[in-house]
């Protein structure tokens, strides 16, 4: 999966996100609606202001609508006095986030470096990040949890028992056959930086819930592929690599644990509430998709 969307000349993100929306292969919140925007730029100018800090961080921010929205939708006063930083990775994608904003925003390839150049104090969002980093799939069996792979002629196999990384999903008592993700990258990458911020405050949007309601009625558990707004399940999310989007819903169970020692986590919330809270909007069919994505609030224990 890392290889499939993250390699630099072959990889999904290199070279296939050239447009999203109707002519991609997703949609993202910002392209069907401005209300994420406005309910965003209202926490960042209250987190702005009881954390007392001036830099704003965005990772992985796409094509960087989100963030144009985000940034018309701040107060003057706030807009005047706080710095943007956006944090992406793909190439391609970096490259048109440059030709778009200029210098009116610091790019940066790593959080590491947008951190430092802010002295570790900055509040941070991101969406439909996490869903991004590779997940590990497991399997309950006879014998124990047991990791999917793919042999040379990518057909699913699974490998001996052995050490399982650490997971709320794992104490969940389920039946065997069930399918099951874990973000492991994501939960490296957190323990990479997060000694590195100081302040501040850091919102979380993804598409997934806590453990106990995640795999409801999924026993395939939720890894699939999207081609030109198709959704593809089985063996058809591994077939074309490079070719299409691959993901998996995530657990903010594991989002919040993770994060500890490290940060405190506020408790996990409806995106559509969040939306409802901070930005009051009239679209019943956008907040009726908003239900599907989750949100956390986080900030540093120090």
Not at 147 to 163: R, T, Y
Not at 243 to 248: E, N, Y
Request: charged share 25%; glycine share 4%.
């Amino acid at each position: 999966m890392a290889r499939a969307l993250h390699d630099p000349v072959r990889g999904y993100y290199a070279r296939r996100i050239r447009s999203i929306g109707a002519r991609g292969d997703f949609t993202t919140a910002p392209h069907l609606s401005e209300a994420p925007a406005k309910a965003i730029a209202a926490w960042i100018s209250r987190a702005l202001r009881e954390t007392k800090t001036r830099h704003v961080i965005e990772i992985g921010p796409g094509l960087g609508k989100l963030t144009a929205q985000v940034i018309r939708y701040l107060p003057f006063s706030t807009r005047r006095r706080c710095c943007f930083h956006l944090v992406e990775s793909a190439p391609t994608l970096a490259e048109q986030q440059k030709a778009f904003f200029g210098d009116r925003v610091s790019h940066h390839i790593s959080i590491i470096d947008a951190l430092e150049s802010c002295s570790g104090e900055a509040v941070i969002f991101s969406n439909e990040l996490v869903d991004a980093f590779p997940a590990r799939v497991f399997r309950k069996t006879s014998l124990a949890w047991q990791e999917v792979a793919l042999d040379g002629s990518m057909k699913e196999v699974l490998l001996p028992p052995a050490e399982l990384p650490p997971s709320s999903v794992f104490a969940i008592d389920f039946k065997q056959g069930q399918s099951v993700e874990v973000h492991d990258a994501y939960r490296l990458w957190l323990k990479l930086w997060l000694p590195n911020w100081k302040r501040g405050e850091m919102l979380t949007i993804d598409y997934g819930d806590d453990v106990r309601h995640l795999y409801q009625r999924r026993s395939r558990g939720t890894l699939r592929a999207y081609l030109l707004h198709q959704t593809l399940h089985g063996s058809a999310v591994f077939e074309n690599p490079g070719l299409q989007d691959i993901t998996a819903d995530v657990n903010f169970t594991d989002l919040a644990t993770w994060a500890y020692p490290w940060l405190t986590s506020s408790p996990i919330s409806s995106f559509a509430e969040f939306i409802r809270s901070f930005a009051n909007p009239s679209e019943a069919q956008f907040l009726e998709a908003a239900e599907h994505f989750r949100l956390l609030i986080q900030k540093p224990l120090r």
